[in-house]
């Protein structure tokens, strides 16, 4: 959240450099729409996409789509 934080941030100077009022909302309604968990099967209940960000290990990438794969819809 941190990464994304920052990134936006960047964004937002460039975009926003003369309405900073503007920006800090863009800041406020992007991360208001952004949530983050650890379990799989809740998080992937009703959502519309899933970014996975896991290691880079066949196995363990293979057993956390499976459970993707089970739990969304």
């Known amino acids: ?13 460039k975009k926003f450099e003369k309405d900073q009022q503007r920006g800090e909302q863009y ?28 290691v880079e290990n066949l196995e363990i990438k293979q057993k956390l789509f499976q459970q993707i794969d089970q739990a969304a819809p």
Do not use: P
Request: aromatic share 0%; proline share 0%.
């Open 27 to 54: 800041l406020s309604d992007v991360k208001g729409r952004i949530t983050t968990s650890t379990n799989v099967s809740q998080a992937v209940q009703s959502t519309d996409l899933v970014i996975e960000a896991i």
């Open 1 to 13: 959240l941190n990464i994304i934080d920052t990134s936006l941030k960047r964004v937002i100077k």
